[in-house]
């Protein structure tokens, strides 16, 4: 089973960047972390948790929700990280971010829903604010 760690949130100003990052636990093998699509999910409180990105365990299909596209970028590297990079951000994009590895190796059948993803990380705030 795949243990993450996210790191990155923050407070930024309308218009500016942050990095998030997700990486394997150190219990979690790179020869298990990079066979899983990746995800990144987002949730105000008393809200749903909603997709944001994913990307597919050979890194060569990515997917955003339509409130992020042409702003988000989400990749993966060779040190069993993912990262999503948020530019432009926008007062909505406050939120608890969340990172989530596919519930199966290989290909997942829907890299937006959340219930193909699980487990899921501690969360990071990212508030977005003047």
């Known amino acids: 089973q795949v243990e993450l760690v996210e790191s990155g949130g923050g407070l930024v100003q309308p218009g500016g960047s942050l990095r998030l990052s997700c990486g394997a636990s150190v219990r979690t093998s790179s020869s298990i972390f990079d066979k899983y699509a990746m995800g990144w999910f987002r949730q105000l409180p008393g809200k749903e948790r909603e997709f944001v990105a994913s990307?597919?365990?050979?890194?060569?299909?990515k997917y955003y929700s339509a409130s992020v596209k042409d702003r988000f970028t989400i990749s993966r590297d060779n040190d069993n990280t993912v990262h999503l990079q948020m530019n432009s951000l926008k007062r909505e994009d406050t939120a608890v971010y969340y990172c989530?590895?596919?519930?199966?190796?290989?290909?997942?059948?829907?890299?937006?829903?959340?219930?193909?993803?699980?487990?899921w990380g501690q969360g990071t705030q990212v508030t977005v604010s003047s």
């Open positions: 990307i597919t365990w050979t890194g060569g299909q």
């Open positions: 989530a590895a596919g519930r199966r190796p290989n290909t997942i059948t829907d890299y937006r829903a959340l219930s193909e993803f699980g487990p």
